[in-house]
Every structure is written in C-alpha cells, then in structure tokens.
C-alpha cells in the first residue's frame, strides 16, 4: 500500500515562520521578481486583445452607451487601479467602435497566443521554484499553457459576469422564491464566495498543471493559493488606496502615467502567483528533506 503523501497544511513540520523565511530566501534565489516583471509584459501584451475579444463577442448588446458595456467597464474600473480603467475604457471605446468578426478573430487569436506566452514564462518560473526540469516538449508544453488559459479564461468571464449581474439574478431569485430582503442579501453573499470560489480554482489549477512535477496533488485551497490570493487582495487594495491619496505618476510621467500604473499593478499580481507557488514548493522540499534524513536516523 502506497504511504499517503503529507499535507501542505502540515508545513512539512517546520512551522509557518520557519517556512516563511525559507521562501522568503528562494525568492531571491529564483529570480521571482525579475520572472514576475517578465509576467506583467505578458498580462500588458494580452489584456486589450483580450477585452477587443470580449466587447466584440457581446456585439451589438455592447454597443457604446449600453448598459451592459457600462457594467463591464465599471467592473473593470473596481479592478484595475485608478486612472488605468480610464486608459483600459478609452482604449477599448476607440478600437471597438465597429466590432466585427475579423475583430472578434483577431483578438481571440492574439490574447490567446500573447496569454499563453504568459503562462509559459510562468510555467518555467514555477518548474525553477519546485527545482524540477521540464521533460515536456515545446508542443506539449504550449498545449499545457493554451489549455491553461482558455481555463482561467473562462473562470475570470464567470467571474465577471458573477460582478455584473450577480445583484439582479439575486433579486429575481430572492423574488421568484419568496425569500424575501434577507435572501436577496444571502444570494448576493454568496455570488462574492463564488468569485473566491473561482478565484481558489484558477490558483489550484495553475500550481497543479503548470509545473512538471511526477505525482502532483491536487489542492482545491493549498497554502500557496491562500498566500497568493490574500497577497494580491492586499497589495491591490494598497495599490489603490496609495494612488487615491498619493497619485502623482501623472504629474511625472504625463499620459504614460496610466500605462506605468497598470504595469505595476500587472507586476504586483504576478508577484502574489509565483509568491504562492514558492511556498508550496518550499513545503514539498521540506518533506522531501525530512524523507532523506529519516534513514540516517534508524540507522543512528
């Protein structure tokens, strides 16, 4: 009988100081902020192909001064950081005056390619986190990347859609059920646990298909995945609440203030994704310590 494989959550007996500060040093080992500069080109690369796709697949329901574009760009706006929705908004308005199927195409296929680059430069950063070497060809590795993508992809529109029109199906639900202003207010609790929901899966899923681990296990919540989702809360709320109160890139940098801002934001996200995929990695070397120290000590 194969010996169950310990839990992440046991930290591989260490402790979560201990851990931290052995992540804390594999960061710097691995690059992990030159990777995550790398991660924010590709996010920048792929977002306005991405959000071209989007707009033109709504069509004509899409259209400017819609209520259903209103929606997408305000959701993008509690997003994004201040002053960037507004570059995003104006940059998307302008090119998607005429959404069209040569649009839609050329946008599906340049967020794709431009995404899935993204997600191979993370691919590689999370192979050098857990010190394994990546065995896959470059067609698999790609396939990986591109199937990756179409995954997130999806759980980022549910997510959104969740944002845009979770407050109506809530009410129409509470209403059609009877459940009156208190089960209205529990639906609307529960479309925010759905998008935390989605936002656990896309986390799960990037630290168990991206690196080209031999047995990897699958955690729907892993250490990691709590580390990067409450980092990238926190530094997006700090982002934002820096920028309201301190907003000077503009005065600096003029019109590419907005483009800076974005960027960094961009940069900070990836530094949360590959912050949590070092301390699931940091934790199965620990075990994987422990495992080659348990003969010598039978042997003592």
Known sequence: MAEKAPSLWEFGGIGPIRLGKRVWKEM?????????????????LALFPA?????????????????????????????LPQGSSELVTKTVSEVTQNADGGKLTFGLVTALWAASGGLVALINTLNVAYDV???????????????????LSFLIIMSLA???FGERLAGMAAERMGLGEVGEYALLAVRWVLVLGAMFTAFASVYYYAPNLKR????????????????????????RLYLQFFNNYSATYGSLGAVIVLMLWFYLTGLAVLAGGEVNAEIGHVVEEGKAREPKLRAA
């Open 133 to 151: 070497t990546e065995r896959r060809s470059w067609w698999k590795k790609r396939v990986v990347a591109l199937a990756l993508t179409l995954w």
């Open 216 to 239: 990897p296990e699958w955690y729907w919540i892993s250490p990691g995945a709590v580390v990067g989702v409450a980092l990238w809360l926190a530094v997006s709320f700090a982002f």
């Open 28 to 44: 710097d080992a691995d690059d992990v902020y030159g990777k995550a500069a790398e991660l924010s080109y590709y996010f920048l």
């Open 162 to 164: 969740l944002v845009l």
């Open 51 to 79: 959000l071209l796709f989007l707009v033109s697949l709504m069509g004509m329901a899409a259209e400017p001064g819609t209520e259903l574009r209103a929606s997408l760009f305000q959701a993008l706006a509690s997003i």
